[in-house]
């Protein structure tokens, strides 16, 4: 069956009984250690020591003169940090929105863009980007609002395309999925080419970035992340049982019409929430939980968390090598992740043994 | 399934190409390398058969190497010409010669007489039907791609890559159309009159030697470095780009914008700017010279581009401007 396809490698003597907290730990422990790196290298060069003063400066109780430039403190706090910490939420919920999405429709090359989310919030902020839509109404970016509603529109026209009174088959929703991506896609691809030439904005948000990341980013998102992403997280199990089909789960009693509906909204929300402040960021919803899966084994109640902390890690040091490696320019991070990405993923399919789905 | 995720992905990246593409040739707004110089020849036309009929025997012949290196001879004024480009359609309005003008393309917005002209090309297409329809005897294009399709049509084409950062070529470029419109003399008046306005407020300038500190955002923190036609403004402004260390339009980074601490920002949306609360100690948002451009008049090379270069002038120095 689909999920005996794989190959298991979990090696050493560990009691595979046993639910692998200390693998967690370390990965979490490495993510940690990326986003410290993160914070303390950046186009403007920082002594570390500033960098702990001015932390420690911050803290209660704690009095330090502040004798560094006052502009450092503002990259520090109001630039990098915030930057780390969006570049971490964005990629975790890809990357376990990814996982979610390749359990849930069993298919190798699922990814949280899948269904529509992609294409409709790429619509959404053209529209903003390359139109006479003001991009700012009231003082309020409403780039975000769009790319939002984009994705949010795209996947929900999917979904009712596709439900019939049985239920939801998956197949045609992937399906209706492409056609409506089509649709967008050709519609956004008409407003850029009957709009003013000058695409750079258009292009690099479709390439995805961090240039604009800022505290109140992440702080808008969480409402959206904590909710779907605990809600992924503890369906690990089921989607273990779903690996074996939707019948075989049916005759276990796992009401799969729920599930489905359930995991699709929690993906959707949470890859539309970042995607709507981070822009397209590309392959990280696709390689990341592979990647685990080959490393780690099949079990989605590992897969998904292990996910989540793989992607964060991932797109904070992508984001790391996009705003230095060309000083002082900025290269969209969606580039860095497939350049950096694909040949550590070939890599792994290669000396891994992977067995397709 | 493994084919339409492919194609998804094929479509993103083919939009992605030809934005990038498109980017790079669209060059009258967005100049991004130093580009060759093209070089307008006016002499040695002697092997080209002189027309003595012609009332413009001391203009015609007249040759003007193109950005291929091809040699374009012209031994009458150009009648009908298809205009693709917007610093051309400035240009050939400025000398007084608009009705020349048969067709341009979408993206024309000077001079206002352009909207009522048929529109024959758009960012990545052209109608050639459209085109020879008109039966132009000359087509002017900035861009390569459909030069060979013209010119297998039967049809004159000028090919000349847009402007690099010398305002010298706008003045040569004045003068170039004026011998193909057969109007010299207006040409010649409206070149130096550019080149006065120019120098007039390089004058004006001498005495300010306080070089203020200036980042322009053409959109998401997008710059112009050097070797652009922007940092000539600048410089000609006694302005301090603060990405004069790199080449072209480049993506900066927020901290390095901070850190270099600009005393001007020209914005696409000042908003963008100043409710960022990450720029909120940077001296241009503290001191409230967040701008934006005056005009669309510094976005093409052409003649207006002197009263654009004023307009600017005007804003950043009312002292000695004066602000009418």
């Not at chain 1, 799969?256 to 995607?275: M, R, W, Y």
Request: negative net charge; glycine residues 6%; hydrophobic residues 45%.
């Amino acid at each position: 069956m689909m999920s005996l396809s794989y190959q298991s490698n979990t090696e050493g003597n560990e009691d595979k009984l046993t639910y692998p907290w200390r693998k967690l730990g370390v990965a979490f422990a490495v993510m940690i250690f990326i986003a410290l790196l993160a914070a303390g290298v950046g186009a403007v060069n920082i002594h570390p020591l500033i960098i702990l003063k001015i932390l420690m400066s911050k803290l209660p109780f704690v009095h330090i003169d502040p004798n560094w430039q006052h502009t450092y403190e503002t990259i520090l706090l109001q630039i990098r940090i915030p930057r780390v910490s969006l570049s971490c939420l964005v990629g975790g919920t890809l990357a376990i929105s990814g996982a979610t999405y390749q359990g849930l429709f069993r298919n190798p090359l699922a990814d949280p863009y899948l269904i529509g989310a992609a294409p409709g919030a790429g619509l959404g902020a053209t529209i903003v980007l390359a139109t006479s839509v003001p991009t700012f109404f009231q003082g309020i970016n409403i780039l975000p609002l769009a790319a939002f509603v984009g994705a949010i529109g795209a996947v929900s026209i999917a979904y009712f395309t596709a439900r019939n009174s049985d239920g939801l088959p998956l197949a045609t929703l992937i399906l209706a999925g492409v056609a409506i991506a089509s649709l967008t896609t050709a519609l956004s691809a008409f407003i850029l080419i009957r709009s003013d030439p000058d695409v750079r904005p258009v292009l690099s948000w479709l390439m995805g970035g961090f240039i604009h990341a800022q505290w109140k980013h992440s702080i808008m998102i969480l409402p959206y992340l904590i909710p779907t992403v605990i809600v992924m997280l503890v369906h690990g199990r089921l989607l273990n049982v779903m690996q074996l089909g939707e019948d075989h789960a049916r005759q276990l009693g796992v009401s799969v019409e729920n599930i489905k509906l359930l995991l699709i909204i929690s993906a959707t929300l949470s890859t539309a929430a970042v995607v709507a402040f981070s822009g397209l960021i590309g392959f990280v919803g696709l390689i990341v939980p592979h990647s685990v899966r080959l490393v780690w084994g099949v079990d989605y109640r590992f897969i998904l968390p292990m996910s989540a902390i793989s992607g964060a890690a991932f797109v904070t040091l992508a984001d790391l090598v996009a705003r230095t490696i060309i000083n002082p320019i900025e290269l969209p991070v969606g580039i860095v992740t497939a350049f950096c990405g694909a040949p550590f993923f070939v890599y792994l399919l290669r000396y891994r043994r992977y067995v397709a789905m | 399934m493994d084919k339409q995720n492919k194609d998804k992905l094929r479509i993103y990246i083919m939009i992605s190409i030809l934005s990038f593409l498109f980017m790079t040739c669209s060059g009258n707004l967005s100049t991004n390398e130093p580009r060759n110089t093209n070089k307008i020849l006016d002499t040695d036309t002697s092997n080209v058969m002189p027309d003595s009929s012609s009332l413009y025997s001391d203009i015609f012949p007249y040759a003007v190497m193109d950005s291929r290196g091809k040699i374009i001879t012209f031994t009458k004024p150009a009648e009908k010409i298809v205009v693709l480009d917007n610093a051309a359609l400035d240009t050939i309005y400025s000398i007084g010669e608009w009705h020349r003008v048969v067709a341009t393309h979408d993206f024309a917005s000077y001079p206002p007489q352009a909207s009522e002209i048929p529109k024959v090309a758009d960012a990545f297409n052209m109608n050639l039907e459209a085109i020879i329809e008109l039966d132009p005897d000359l087509v002017f294009v900035f861009y390569e791609t459909f030069v060979s399709d013209l010119e297998d049509a039967g049809l004159k084409v000028l090919y000349l890559e847009s402007l690099g950062n010398d305002l010298e070529e706008t003045t040569e470029l004045i003068t170039m159309w004026g011998r193909i419109t057969g109007n010299i003399d207006r040409a010649e008046k409206e070149s130096l009159l550019f080149d006065e306005r120019v120098s007039t407020i390089q004058g004006m300038l001498s005495n300010t030697d306080s070089e203020l500190k200036v980042f322009q955002d053409v959109g998401d923190l997008w710059t112009p470095g050097q070797n652009t036609l922007m940092n000539t403004v600048f410089e000609l402004l006694k302005l301090d780009n603060i990405a004069k260390d790199v080449s072209g339009y480049v993506q900066m980074s927020p901290e390095l914008i901070v850190d270099r601490n600009p005393d001007l920002i020209i914005a696409l949306n000042p908003n963008s700017i100043t409710t960022n609360s990450i720029f909120k100690d940077v001296n241009a948002v503290k001191n409230k010279r967040v701008i934006k451009m005056p005009s669309d008049a510094l976005s093409n090379a052409g003649p207006r581009f002197a009263l654009g270069i004023e307009e600017l002038a005007k804003v950043i120095y009312p002292q000695i401007f004066g602000n009418e």
